[in-house]
Nanobody, 129 residues
Framework: QVQLVESGGGLVQTGGSLRLSCAAS????????AGWFRQAPGKEREFIAASNWSGTLTPYADSVKGRFTISRDNAKNTVYLQVNSLKPEDTAVYYC??????????????????????WGQGTQVTVSS
């Protein structure tokens, strides 16, 4: 089992930045891939960014590429999402997730919600115009 707790959300103005954190507890978190998803009111939860277990593969959704950066510190069991140049359309609840992808499958399915077994409760990000 892996427990995930997000933090770092808040209210920012357009163009602002935040650093979201996802603290993990439980066994062998360093062996799990991690992902960030977000869900805006009335919309489905969407993929934002992911990291394989080592941080060497970090794919992003087109909507955030160049503005968001995912990183992880396995020694601290923590995954981060640096969010820059925020826009009102980035307003959402941001969720962290962890998944034990089979070898070679991460790059084919990192954006698929059902591939992640463990989820946090989310942290709210609100961007004012």
């Amino acid at each position: 089992q892996v427990q995930l707790v997000e933090s770092g959300g808040g209210l920012v103005q357009t163009g602002g930045s935040l650093r979201l954190s996802c603290a993990a507890s439980g066994r062998r978190f360093s062996s799990y891939a991690a992902g960030w998803f977000r869900q805006a009111p009335g919309k489905e939860r969407e993929f934002i960014a992911a990291s394989n277990w080592s941080g060497t593969l970090t794919p992003y959704a087109d909507s955030v590429k160049g503005r968001f950066t995912i990183s992880r510190d396995n020694a601290k069991n923590t995954v981060y999402l640096q969010v820059n140049s925020l826009k009102p359309e980035d307003t959402a609840v941001y969720y962290c997730a962890a998944g034990s992808f089979a070898t070679g499958s991460f790059i084919r399915s990192y954006y698929t919600r059902s591939k992640y077994e463990f989820w946090g409760q989310g942290t709210q990000v609100t961007v004012s115009s």
